[in-house]
């Protein structure tokens, strides 16, 4: 392989070695076998242009080391994944992430202490280890005392909730909302298990119970009508106003009623998308401290309200966030970040987390680095491998591992400080990358793409990729 480099139109030659087929176990489908199958490259020197055409017909590199999975013939499939830059459109929940870091470092939002945080052990590149919030709030909600000794407290707890929504759909259909004369369903209030709140939109880190009741309440006034008309013909006013009677509307309607009649200390109630949805309200939550339900009459005043508002967002000491683009090289501040990484959050036996293998894996690289230049080709830091440095008040926190090729920023792999896992670093460095290709794009009019690296749709640790809309996956077979 032999290329030009764009700067300095000097000479530059990719050197490769043909390391055959290769047969591993696999650690996304943790199969017994060696089931994960893909071919090696070792790489002693590789231009930015050629590891591009390379990233484009599906391949990917390790350190010096290049692979790319023999699709018809291993076990999880790998396609890689791409996002133009231009047209990428944040979820609710990555600008909820934004609004997260900032609110921290506006000083409103408070860290979590290390012994508060649990850790998803199987957290990647912009994976969010948000169950630190349940802890505390779950732990208050468990609190609840109540006289039934068969239940556990949290089932108690869950069984009050629920009558609280019976209550609200009785007092819509003594008022007319609600269709009289039709025996609606009973709500029941379910836990949302860390799985599900995962994958949620809305406020997951903060989801707690959740009840798809307002779906029950539309799908039986359906029926009802659809009764009617087959024994007379629709009335025109009847129609209109049941049908406005959707899952999402009831959904608000009765989200709405909970929050003004009633005052769950230490939880929120919101709708989303038709479900009705209690999240932990107090961020810094004690961990025995109590849920208590407090009766609020129709008329009070939203003097308790402010004063609630502004005992959860305490002001506090401003934070400064620095990032900072560097090229590869060892830095010890950051191998120590790297292991504490590794054995906290992914659980690594110490003795495996060697700076030998951190500098195989995140350090060296074959890439020969293009400097910058003026003529539009090449951006103001160079194509090259590099680490871009996340720092708060002078403390390193975050470290994401990068390529930036002619045609995009290449993700490569991120390591945090577990203390820090409340601000998903992971989601909010992705948010950063995808601006740094918006802005870059100004000075090198080829680099559009930002690359997430393999899509994995067996593993559900890969599919937080599918948020970044639109993504494109690349065909393995027309590589387009």
């Not at 629920?162 to 003594?174: A, F």
């Not at 860390?194 to 307002?214: C, M, T």
Request: net charge positive; glycine share 6%; aromatic share 10%.
């Amino acid at each position: 392989m032999k290329n030009e480099a764009s700067s300095s139109h000097s000479r530059e030659e990719s050197v490769v070695s043909d390391c055959g087929r290769r047969r591993s176990s696999c650690g996304y489908c943790k199969s017994s076998g060696r089931t994960s199958i893909s071919h090696g490259l070792w790489a002693y020197s590789l231009t930015v242009n050629d590891y591009q055409d390379l990233l484009d017909h599906g391949w990917r590199r390790s350190g010096c080391f290049l692979y790319k999975p023999e699709m018809e013939r291993t076990c999880c499939p790998s396609y890689t994944i791409r996002l133009k830059a231009s047209d990428f459109v944040p979820s609710k929940e990555q600008l909820r992430v934004n609004r997260r870091m900032q609110r921290f470092l506006d000083g409103k939002l408070e860290g979590r202490k290390p012994n508060e945080l649990a850790e998803n052990p199987s957290a990647s590149k912009n994976t969010d280890s948000s169950n630190h919030h349940t802890g505390s709030s779950l732990a208050a909600s468990e609190s609840f005392s109540c006289g039934n000794k068969g239940k556990t407290k949290v089932e108690e707890f869950m069984l009050h909730l629920s009558d609280q929504i019976d209550k609200m759909v009785l007092r819509y259909i003594k008022s007319g909302e609600f269709p009289p004369g039709i025996q609606l369903p009973k709500a029941e209030v379910k836990k949302v298990t860390h799985a599900k709140r995962k994958l949620s939109v809305e406020g997951s880190e903060d989801l707690l119970y959740s009840s798809n009741i307002a779906f029950q309440i539309a799908a039986t006034l359906r029926r009802k009508q659809s009764a009617e008309n087959i024994q007379q013909s629709q009335m025109p006013g009847q129609s209109s106003e049941e049908n406005d009677l959707t899952p999402k509307a009831i959904a608000e309607k009765l989200a709405c009623a909970l929050n003004k009649l009633a005052n769950i200390s230490g939880l929120s109630i919101r709708a989303c998308n038709g479900h009705i949805n209690f999240y932990s309200a107090a961020k810094d939550v004690s961990l025995d401290g109590d849920v208590q339900i407090v009766a609020r009459p129709e008329e009070s005043g939203s003097g308790s309200k402010s004063a609630k508002k502004s005992s959860e967002h305490p002001q506090g000491k401003k934070r400064k966030l620095e990032i900072r683009l560097k090229r590869s090289s060892f830095d010890p501040e950051e191998y120590a970040l790297y292991r504490r990484y590794q054995i906290k959050v992914h659980n690594d036996p110490s003795d495996h987390v060697t700076e030998s293998s951190y500098r195989r894996f995140l350090v060296d690289t074959p890439l020969l680095f293009v400097s910058p230049s003026a003529d539009g080709m090449v951006p103001p830091c160079g194509f090259g491998s590099f680490h871009q440095q996340y720092i708060i008040d002078g403390k390193l926190v975050a470290v994401g591992v990068i390529d930036i090729l002619p045609q995009c920023l290449s993700s490569k792999y991120l390591f945090w400080d577990p203390d820090y896992a409340f601000l998903s670093l992971g989601k909010y460095s992705a948010l950063q990358e995808i601006g740094w290709v918006k802005e870059n794009e100004a000075y090198c009019a080829s680099l559009q793409y930002y690359y997430l690296g393999y899509y994995i749709h067996s593993c559900s640790k890969m599919r937080y990729k599918a948020a970044y809309h639109p993504s494109e996956l690349l065909c393995p077979l027309r590589y387009q």
